[in-house]
């Protein structure tokens, strides 16, 4: 069955309501790797309740649609899909560290590399403070499905991709990741036996299961407000990046950044395989 980009472009999923907690909050924070020295107090402020603050990424995992691509109406090839890109935009900072959020998920394009090349489907996801009904973020995401090119849709245009600088980076901060890292950040909603179990993890190609790329995308956040923000979350409003090449749990993983002005480019490479994982990364502080 073919990729059905009518069935895509009017996607109307039901919205997702959920509740967090500060619990969640904490979860979150231990599972990309914050309170790996506690005495850091600094640090401590994302992972105990006194002072207690969220970090702008966990955005990323409210109100989550589940895996709605398994539907056979939009008519996915799904296991060949990988996620391409990921962003947030927080528009009320802080995150707040407990609420109950309404997530909406749209597509917004579905791009034809061709037959051999697969397609690119663009969406968003908007969440809202249910009790205001106020946007607090919007994510955008980006999946590569590999076994759904030549549908005979549009092949354009697609979204710029941000540039790094040629220069040495200003800054570089490497932060090592858990043997269980995986096991841990899974409990933040992720349950893809991907990141746990090790047949599914070689039936997929790997030696082992591999780290998510959001925790990965979470540890580059850690680095952005260590090196920039000084620990104030609330400082980064915006965030995006392009996954690269998988990580798995117990590398080290070294953020490389440049400022300029309010902007941070980055990547993130894995030390132990000098393999970039994050690669063309932009964030906004303030």
């Known amino acids: 069955m073919a990729l059905n980009y009518e069935q895509l472009m009017n996607l109307d999923l039901p919205d997702v309501v959920s509740t967090y907690t500060q619990r969640d909050t904490m979860l979150y924070a231990l599972g990309i790797g914050l309170g790996a020295d506690p005495m850091d107090e600094k640090q401590l402020n994302y992972v105990y309740e006194e002072n207690l603050q969220a970090m702008p990424s966990m955005a990323v995992v409210l109100g989550h649609p589940g895996m709605w691509i398994k539907d056979p109406k939009y008519g996915l090839d799904w296991v060949k899909g990988v996620h391409g890109e990921q962003g947030f935009i927080i528009h009320k900072a802080p995150l707040p560290v407990a609420a109950t959020v309404i997530g909406q998920t749209k597509v917004t394009a579905v791009v034809d590399k061709g037959r051999d090349k697969g397609a690119i489907m663009f969406s968003e996801r908007y969440i809202l403070d249910k009790a205001s009904g106020e ?97 104030q979350g609330s400082r980064l409003t915006a965030m995006q990046a392009r996954f690269s090449s998988p990580v798995f749990p117990g590398e080290t993983i070294r953020t490389e950044m440049w400022r300029q002005g309010n902007v941070i480019s980055f990547r993130a490479r894995v030390v132990e395989r000098d393999v970039v994982v994050l690669n063309n990364g932009r964030a906004e502080i303030v």
């Open 135 to 231: 946007r607090i973020a919007t994510l955008t995401q980006s999946y590569f499905l590999r076994g759904d090119g030549g549908f005979g849709g549009p092949s354009g245009p697609t979204p710029p991709v941000h540039a790094l600088p040629e220069s040495a980076p200003e800054k570089a901060m490497d932060l090592p990741t858990l043997e269980r890292a995986a096991l841990i950040y899974r409990l933040s909603g992720d349950y893809n036996p991907l990141h746990a179990d090790p047949k599914v993890g070689k039936a997929a190609g790997f030696p082992r299961p591999i780290l998510h790329g959001l925790c990965t995308f979470g540890v580059a956040t850690h680095a952005i407000i260590a090196s920039y923000c000084d620990y």
